[in-house]
């Protein structure tokens, strides 16, 4: 019989990826699911970028591409980095990967040591835990609240540093809460970890550009934070580029060393034509991306108005990304249709397996008392969902 390996056997399946495939099941035996579980942007990728693609095709990009990305694309990034971030980044800051999700696990196995703190401030993004844990580091969880936005205090996370402390891990805008951190709150944390100078900052910025009406700041921008921020991005949800599986970071210059020379081992460079279609992306003006943006604003808003009305749902206002994340705690010890609900986790399934809605159980991000909704559907899927919860819960 095949032994797998201990940190195999302990890593927990993507809460995301699991609720996804229970729908699919559920679909399969006949039934209508409306998906408001997965982090995807439901828009197609613009024409411009395809159109380089399609470019890249005909041109014969089809050879093995460096380990940490096309020198053109390093050079597009750069660009981005000053234009969006005021950040200054040389090329040998800056590794290629395929998806944020890859560049985030290279920092992770790059820099942790077993038995390394990490602090995350709850909520997190689900995978931030695991990547922490499968590389022998121990996850410290800093719970916050609806009250303060979902957002880590100064004061928090002094209280959370110890001897061990390595590394910080948080999203701005945040994944799954969509809160975004202001200037003056990073500041506050950069102060904190002024007086401990060995702690590194793990910067997740791939929701940047989803921003609802807030300047985006970068940890990496604040005085004194940049030579030990790693900043992530990619092209996933702005660019509604998923599946081309392109992600990069800027940091310090050993670190992203360490980085390509672990990845040169995992998978090599990233795909070549994804790669060339991103440089594309990233040298266009950002309004292009502006009537996505202004219709997932649009859809909060919506999706707002309609949790509002069902009595139970406590809601905070979003500032980006394209979740929601209410409080549904005062369901708790309730029955419905029969099911009494103990937990997120019962109270997500209940909405699947009899509205027949998918959503994601806060328990997954470090927050027990919450779902995940994400509003990336038309406003169609969004009222149809919200008037089967509603009737769901008032029966």
């Known amino acids: 019989m095949i032994k797998l390996s201990d ?13 996804a495939a229970k729908a699919r099941e559920l679909k399969a035996e006949g039934h209508k699911i409306i998906g408001l579980s997965l982090g995807e942007p439901d828009f197609n990728t613009p024409e411009f970028i395809k159109k380089a693609a399609i470019e890249a095709i005909e041109d014969n990009y089809n050879t093995y591409t460096p380990v940490d990305g096309y ?18 980044y040389s090329d040998k800051q800056i590794v290629v990967s395929t998806g944020a999700k890859q560049a985030l696990y290279n920092v992770a196995a790059a820099i942790i040591n077993p038995g390394d703190e990490v602090i995350l401030p709850c909520p997190y993004w689900v ?9 022998e580091g121990v996850p410290v969880e800093v719970e916050t609240s609806i009250d303060q936005d979902f957002k880590m205090t100064a004061d928090q996370l002094r209280k959370a540093i110890t001897p061990k402390t390595k590394m910080i891990w948080y999203s701005s805008p945040c994944n799954p809460s969509g809160s975004v951190y202001q200037k ?10 002024a007086d401990h100078p060995h702690i590194v ?14 300047q985006h700041v970068s940890m990496a921008s604040i005085k004194g934070m940049k030579d030990r921020t790693v900043t992530v991005n990619g092209v996933s949800k702005a660019f509604a580029m998923t599946g081309w599986r392109i992600g990069y970071i ?10 390509t020379k672990l990845q040169g081992q995992v998978t090599s460079g990233a795909n070549c034509i994804a790669q060339r279609a991103v440089i594309t992306a990233l040298q266009a003006d950002v309004s292009e991306l502006d009537y996505m943006i202004d219709e997932f604003k649009s859809r909060r808003q919506l999706i707002l108005d309609l949790l509002n ?5 406590e809601c905070n206002e979003p500032e980006g990304a394209f979740y929601v994340f209410p409080n549904v705690n005062s369901f708790f010890g309730k029955t419905v249709k029969g099911r009494k609900i103990e937990n997120a986790t019962d109270f997500s399934m209940l909405l699947l397996e009899e509205a027949f809605v998918a959503t994601v159980t806060g328990e997954a991000f470090g927050n027990p008392d919450c779902i995940r909704i994400s509003y990336a559907a038309s406003e169609e899927e969004i009222i149809e969902a ?4 509603k009737a769901l819960l008032e029966s």
């Open 7 to 19: 940190k195999v056997e302990k890593l927990e399946t993507s809460a995301t990826l699991a609720m």
């Open 71 to 88: 020198p053109e694309l390093k050079a597009a990034i750069q660009k981005k980095f000053k234009r969006d971030n005021d950040l200054d």
């Open 127 to 135: 995978s931030y835990k695991d990547i922490v844990k499968l590389n």
């Open 184 to 193: 003056e709150e990073l500041e506050a944390l950069a102060e904190v970890l």
């Open 201 to 214: 900052v793990v910067s997740d910025e791939i929701y940047e550009h989803i921003n609802f009406g807030h």
């Open 250 to 259: 800027g940091a310090p210059e050993e670190i992203a060393k360490a980085c």
């Open 309 to 313: 009305d069902i009595k139970g749902f």
């Open 386 to 389: 919200m008037k089967r919860i």
